[in-house]
């Protein structure tokens, strides 16, 4: 079974090893066929140093604590 990778912003770096990353998904609405935009945030081993505000692809990889599934995989933007 493959690894998921997504994509998302850097929301939060207050924890040591860890930052949040927010993912957006765009969807349009069943009924009324709007496109409507909604984001989770997931806790992330930060290996590479991301910063508040940066860009970044995250990659799945065994739990590493309660919260942590992913970890950073490469940095996009700063």
Same mark, same amino acid.
């Given at each position: 079974?493959s690894?998921?990778n +997504?994509? &998302?912003?850097v929301v939060?770096?207050?924890?040591?090893k860890t930052?949040?990353v927010?993912?957006?998904?765009? !969807? %349009? %609405?069943?009924?009324?066929?709007?496109? +409507?935009?909604?984001?989770? &945030?997931?806790?992330?081993?930060? +290996? +590479?140093?991301?910063? @508040? &505000?940066?860009? @970044?692809?995250?990659?799945?990889?065994?739990?590493?604590s309660k &919260?942590?599934r !992913?970890?950073?995989?490469?940095?996009?933007?700063?």
């Open positions: 079974m690894k998921k +997504l994509i &998302g912003t939060s770096d207050k924890m040591e930052v949040v927010e993912v957006e998904r765009d !969807f %349009h %609405h069943p009924r009324y066929q709007k496109k +409507l935009t909604r984001g989770k &945030g997931y806790k992330v081993a930060n +290996l +590479l140093g991301a910063k @508040v &505000g940066d860009r @970044v692809r995250i990659e799945e990889c065994r739990p590493l &919260g942590k !992913f970890q950073v995989v490469e940095i996009l933007a700063e």
